[in-house]
T-cell receptor, first 113, second 113 residues
Framework: TQLLEQSPQFLSIQEGENLTVYCNSS?????LQWYRQEPGEGPVLLVT?????EVKKLKRLTFQFGDARKDSSLHITAAQPGDTGLYLC?????????????FGKGTLLTVNP | EPEVTQTPSHQVTQMGQEVILRCVPI?????FYWYRQILGQKVEFLVS????????KSEIFDDQFSVERPDGSNFTLKIRSTKLEDSAMYFC???????????FGPGTRLTVT
């Protein structure tokens, strides 16, 4: 069973601060997806990274896939209260299932005004 | 923007009763999935469905569970005899291809009493 470890588990910051959350594994992944989930709702897809070393930007969010495709990070610049939520990483393994996304436990981000 | 929809949003049932959770995937998607999330825990894969058959299922998806695509738009998850431990959020997802980006619905909260 491939595990995705996310850190930190909880993060509480003030509006305007920068932050980085991490998603790590001992396994190699063919692709990795970042989702944001609000309480009582479904995960909303933010980005997919596929190539080792890839960097993708989505407004104030920057996503990076590790060179070895075993880890990823999400950096938020100048966080806003609207960024509050549970950030989940999910991935397909390079060997085995092409159907089953494995999820991490997530980082619960709170941005205080 | 196309989205996955799910009904009902909340279902309360008594232990031993049958429930059917319904989903309408994104219209041009070919791969359909069910996941569940027990309160405070990870999102867990249950089953994937393609070309009118199950392509993969997890150990959670035992004989009490079944899936069906009864027509060209709906995708259902049936639990034949619910148990207390089936209480969870159930998410439907869909994608255009295998190992592709999965888009999730808002979920059905199932409460078994």
């Amino acid at each position: 069973t491939q595990l995705l470890e996310q850190s930190p588990q909880f993060l509480s910051i003030q509006e305007g601060e920068n932050l980085t959350v991490y998603c790590n594994s001992s396994s190699v992944f063919s692709s990795l997806q970042w989702y944001r989930q609000e309480p009582g709702e479904g995960p909303v897809l933010l980005v997919t990274v596929v190539t080792g070393g890839e960097v993708k930007k989505l407004k104030r969010l920057t996503f990076q896939f590790g060179d070895a495709r075993k880890d990823s990070s999400l950096h938020i610049t100048a966080a806003q209260p609207g960024d509050t939520g549970l950030y989940l990483c999910a991935a397909y393994p390079t060997e085995g299932s092409n159907y089953k996304l494995t999820f991490g436990k997530g980082t619960l981000l709170t941005v205080n005004p | 923007e196309p989205e996955v929809t799910q009904t009902p949003s909340h279902q309360v049932t008594q232990m031993g009763q049958e429930v059917i959770l319904r989903c309408v995937p994104i219209s041009n998607h070919l791969y359909f999935y069910w996941y569940r999330q027990i309160l405070g825990q990870k999102v867990e894969f249950l089953v994937s469905f393609y070309n009118n058959e199950i392509s993969e299922k997890s150990e959670i998806f035992d004989d009490q569970f079944s899936v069906e695509r009864p027509d060209g738009s709906n995708f259902t998850l049936k639990i034949r005899s619910t148990k207390l431990e089936d209480s969870a959020m159930y998410f439907c997802a869909s994608s255009t291809g295998n190992a592709g980006e999965q888009y999730f619905g808002p979920g059905t909260r199932l409460t078994v009493t």
